[in-house]
């Protein structure tokens, strides 16, 4: 690392950093046989990567989010892999229950995980496996994912229909257990209805802007304004759906930031990566299974308008270790302050944390 890019880092070391969706894992181990419907946990090589990113806390998309499982039985038991996975590693992480969390995780120098869900099919029709799920820790849950369940309509989903009465009970039981209700992925009549249904302020953790870049995953400048209105958070995400290229980069994400910023207000809007902090290697032997894994999605009816076998789910030239600080030293150069910076980084995510979770 040059002496300047030190130097840059440095001075955002002290700003809380949250990631709003993201993950800690190593994309370039090779998957255990016997891990085949669980995600990588953390190795020497992710544990070295996320103490050098700076992050405080990520939300780590954890249950059934699509494919032939059961959601409910999947779900139970993810919970409870990476339970066993703070145990063990909590020298270097702990898991988020409240605000103070994520607080109590950077005093101790460690990293807070947040349990979310990036789909609720695991509700089936009962809604009080919302309870089960926020007695065992989940603290942020997702209504939908691309495609339509019984609460609403995804992104993808071509009727876009409001959020179901199912739905609504489902909402109204996340208000009750103050689990944070996110709306990323979601069509937009859900997205709205469920922004007036619920009775406490609403996230949408990963998306971009539609006024900028008109694709399905990104939101539009009526839901981000409601968002904002009801108190809520906004996180723009580090993914090719910020450009209609699909090779999305870093003065991207910036833009679409800008133009959250620009609509919702500088005290709603952070970042959701969607992304680990671990890069990619070799991204010539990574394309063969890039192309193999949206086949897959394509093939399950999960994958989004902007998805193509030859569009990275990252941004290039931001990512790794460093992307946050780059982002940050990107927002300078524009002529945002300091404050405004450390709003976006984190201080944001935790001041809608205290209001859904208490302090």
Not at 90 to 117: C, N, P, T, W
Request: charged content about 25%; some cysteine; overall charge negative.
């Amino acid at each position: 690392m040059s002496s300047n890019a030190a130097a840059q880092n440095n001075r955002w070391r002290d700003a809380l950093i949250v990631n709003a969706l993201g993950g800690l894992r190593n994309p370039n181990a090779t998957r255990d046989d016997n891990d085949s419907e669980r995600r990588f946990l953390l190795d020497e090589r992710t544990i070295t990567d996320m103490r050098a990113s700076g992050i405080d806390a990520v939300n780590w998309t954890i249950g059934y989010v699509a494919g032939p499982v059961e959601p409910y039985e999947f779900s139970v038991g993810d919970i409870a892999v990476y339970d066993r996975m703070i145990r063990d590693q909590s020298q270097h992480v702990l898991k988020v229950l409240s605000a103070a969390d994520i607080q109590r995780a950077r005093r101790e120098r460690k990293v807070g995980i947040m349990y979310g869900f990036q789909n609720a099919t695991m509700m089936g029709e009962d809604a009080t496996r919302v309870d089960t799920f926020a007695d065992l820790g989940v603290r942020i849950v997702q209504l939908t994912y691309n495609i339509p369940n019984t609460l609403g309509d995804g992104s993808m989903a071509l009727q876009n229909r409001g959020l179901t009465p199912f739905g609504r009970e489902v909402v109204a039981r996340l208000n009750e257990n103050r689990v944070m209700v996110d709306l990323s992925h979601s069509g937009q009549n859900t997205c709205l209805d469920a922004l007036r249904a619920s009775t406490q302020a609403i996230s949408i953790n990963h998306t971009g802007c539609r006024a900028l870049t008109d694709l399905p995953r990104n939101k539009t400048d009526e839901e981000l304004r409601l968002v904002a209105e009801r108190g809520g958070f906004v996180g723009i995400y580090f993914m090719p759906f910020l450009d209609l290229s699909g090779q999305a980069r870093a003065e991207h994400v910036v833009a679409h930031i800008e133009h959250a910023l620009n609509v919702c207000g500088e005290d709603v809007v952070g970042i959701g990566t969607d992304g680990p902090v671990t890069q990619i290697d070799d991204l010539d032997a990574y394309a063969e299974r890039l192309a193999a894994e949206n086949a897959r999605r394509v093939a399950a009816g999960i994958a989004a308008a902007g998805e193509s076998p030859r569009t990275y789910p990252f941004v290039v030239d931001l990512r790794g270790p460093t992307q946050f600080f780059d982002l940050a030293e990107r927002l300078r150069a524009r002529g945002h302050s300091r404050t405004r910076i450390e709003k976006i980084l984190g201080l944001n995510f935790l001041r809608y944390a205290r209001d859904i979770w208490g302090a």
